[in-house]
C-alpha cells in the first residue's frame, strides 16, 4: 500500500505580495498628502502614483484568459459608469486645480495596475471568485479613510465592476480604461 500524496496547495509567496501591500501603504497616505499644499501635493501624488504603477507592472503575473471580447466587456463597465454616474450625483473632490484631470487618470490607472493585476493576479491562484472579490473588498477598503462609509458600497460596487471586467476580459487595461472614464466624467461634472 502506498501512502496518498498530500495535496498541493497555492504558497503564498510573501516576496511577491510585498508590493501590493506596499501600495496599498501608499494609496493610504493619500490622507496626508491631501493635507499639504500647492505644488508640494501635486508631486507628491505624482510620485505615490508613479511608484504604485512601476510596482505593481513588475509583479509578475501570469496572462489571463479572455472570456468575452475586450470591447465589448469595456462598453459594459463604461455604461455601468454612466448610469453610477448619474445616479451617485455629485462627486468628492480635492482642490487640485488644473492637475485634477491627469492626477486623476494617473490614479486609476495605478489603482487598476495594483488591484487588478497585481493584487488579482496573485489572488486568482485561488480561484476566480476569490481574485474578483478580494481585488474589490481592498480596492473598496482602501478607499474608505478617504471617502469614508457613506462611499463604501459605490466603492465596492465599482471594485467589483472593475474586478469583473479583469476577469471577463482577461487582461487589467480594461478596468484601467472604464476606472480612467469614471475618473472623467467625476473631474469634469
Given amino acids: 500500500m502506498s501512502a496518498a500524496a498530500p495535496t498541493a496547495r497555492p504558497r503564498v509567496e510573501v516576496g511577491l505580495a510585498l508590493p501590493v501591500l506596499a501600495g496599498i501603504g501608499l494609496l493610504l497616505l493619500r490622507l496626508r498628502i491631501l493635507d499639504t499644499s500647492g505644488a508640494t501635493r501635486i508631486a507628491l501624488l505624482t510620485a505615490v502614483f508613479s511608484a504604485i504603477l512601476v510596482a505593481s507592472l513588475l509583479v509578475p503575473v501570469a496572462p489571463g484568459v479572455a472570456r468575452a471580447r475586450p470591447w465589448l466587456v469595456t462598453l459594459i463597465g463604461l455604461a455601468g459608469v ?36 497585481a493584487a488579482y493576479g496573485r489572488l486568482e491562484r485561488y480561484g476566480a471568485a476569490v481574485a474578483v472579490v478580494g481585488s474589490a473588498l481592498l480596492f473598496a477598503a482602501v478607499h474608505l479613510p478617504l471617502y469614508g462609509a457613506a462611499a463604501l458600497p459605490v466603492d465596492l460596487g465599482a471594485g467589483l465592476l472593475f474586478s469583473w471586467q479583469r476577469w471577463a476580459s482577461g487582461t487589467w487595461t480594461v478596468p484601467a480604461a472604464t476606472h480612467a472614464a469614471a475618473e472623467l466624467l467625476a473631474v469634469l461634472r
Avoid: D, N, T
Fill in 82 to 117: 454612466a448610469v453610477a454616474s448619474f445616479l451617485a450625483g455629485r462627486p468628492i473632490s480635492a482642490p487640485l486645480g488644473a492637475w485634477a484631470l491627469p492626477l486623476a487618470i494617473l490614479a486609476a490607472v495605478a489603482e487598476e495596475a495594483l488591484f487588478r493585476r
